[in-house]
Nanobody
Framework: QVQLVESGGGLVQAGGSLRLSCAAS????????MGWYRQAPGKQRELVAG???????KYADFVKGRFTISRDSRKNTVYLQMNSLKPEDTAVYYC?????????????WGQGTQVTVSS
């Protein structure tokens, strides 16, 4: 089992920045891909960005150039630096782990952290 704990969400004005963190614990030796998904009200959960243990990265088109995913293997933590935030980025952001693939979600989810961008 893997436990994921997110932090760093909040309320920010359009154009602002936030940094999300996700700390993994438990059977972390089994983790290859860690990533971030988001779900806005009335919409399906969607991939934001993912990163492998080897450093390969996948971004959704709607965040390219604005968001940066990174990973600290020593701390078992993945980060999402979000810049130039837009109101349409408002969603609950979830950390995910356990998939062998960058574009497929794994079995483990965090509790979610709310990001709200005001116009």
């Amino acid at each position: 089992q893997v436990q994921l704990v997110e932090s760093g969400g909040g309320l920010v004005q359009a154009g602002g920045s936030l940094r999300l963190s996700c700390a993994a614990s438990g059977s972390i030796f089994s983790i290859n891909v860690m990533g971030w998904y988001r779900q806005a009200p009335g919409k399906q959960r969607e991939l934001v960005a993912g990163i492998t243990s080897g450093g390969s990265i996948k971004y959704a088109d709607f965040v390219k150039g604005r968001f940066t995913i990174s990973r600290d293997s020593r701390k078992n933590t993945v980060y999402l630096q979000m810049n130039s935030l837009k109101p349409e980025d408002t969603a609950v952001y979830y950390c995910n782990a356990g998939s062998p693939f960058l574009t497929v979600s794994g079995a483990y989810w965090g509790q979610g952290t709310q990001v709200t961008v005001s116009s």
